[in-house]
T-cell receptor, first 114, second 111 residues
Framework: KTQVEQSPQSLVVRQGENCVLQ??????????LRWFKQDTGKGLVSLTV?????DKTSNGRYSATLDKDAKHSTLHITATLLDDTATYIC?????????????FGQGTVLSVIP | EAAVTQSPRNKVAVTGGKVTLSCNQT?????MYWYRQDTGHGLRLIHY???????EKGDIPDGYKASRPSQENFSLILELATPSQTSVYFC??????????FGPGTRLTVL
């Protein structure tokens, strides 16, 4: 069973538009949720991390929310740029013997067109 | 900033051959990880290590071995490569698993 579900699977927006990516998960316990950006053919780069119930974070044009009760997170991208074209991956961390076990979503493929 | 490098970046191997993927990190992180990324799946953990000399099985270790000869280096070894191991492989390092820094990936094709 998929423990981290992301939607939509893919999304096309025009440059300058806003978009919202969703992440629902069933990982228990969950101690943090992180959003990564993966450019085509590249590694994962962390955008933001959410830790507490009802956390909200902001990193430039990226902002995220976490509802731990609902096990749901959103990533908002405002005023999209062509360089925002990438796969966005939601990752949930669970405590595991002093470290963290990460469960990855499949990603949302975002295409920003002129 | 964390620096994780992988080599080779691209590799074509034949079925039954031996493949070694290498990873190097320069941040003195204790933990290192090997994942594979396939269409339709999130990244899946193959092996990980808590320090030099240690290796642990992840979620999908079958067909893979790992080696951590030093703090900086972590290798993934496919003794008998199979076409099902065609994938993109990512190495990562981190202090506690809370934050992981990823390498650029190695694209492996097994013919």
């Amino acid at each position: 069973k998929t423990q981290v579900e992301q939607s939509p699977q893919s999304l096309v927006v025009r440059q300058g538009e806003n978009c919202v990516l969703q992440c629902n998960y069933s990982v228990t316990p969950d101690n943090h949720l992180r959003w990564f950006k993966q450019d085509t053919g590249k590694g994962l780069v962390s955008l933001t991390v959410l830790v507490h119930e009802n956390d909200k974070t902001s990193n430039g044009r990226y902002s995220a929310t976490l509802d731990k009760d609902a096990k749901h997170s959103t990533l908002h991208i405002t005023a999209t740029l062509l360089d925002d074209t990438a796969t966005y991956i939601c990752v949930v961390g669970a405590p595991a013997g002093g470290n963290n076990k990460l469960t990855f979503g499949q990603g949302t493929v975002l295409s920003v067109i002129p | 900033e964390a620096a994780v490098t992988q080599s080779p970046r691209n590799k074509v191997a034949v079925t039954g051959g031996k493949v070694t993927l290498s990873c190097n990190q320069t941040n003195n992180h204790n933990n290192m990880y090997w994942y594979r990324q396939d269409t339709g799946h999130g990244l899946r953990l193959i092996h990980y290590s808590y320090g030099a000399g240690s290796t642990e099985k992840g979620d999908i270790p079958d067909g893979y071995k790992a080696s951590r000869p030093s703090q900086e280096n972590f290798s993934l070894i496919l003794e008998l490569a199979t076409p099902s191991q065609t994938s993109v492989y990512f190495c990562a390092s981190g202090a506690s698993g809370y934050e992981q820094y990823f390498g650029p990936g190695t694209r492996l094709t097994v013919l």
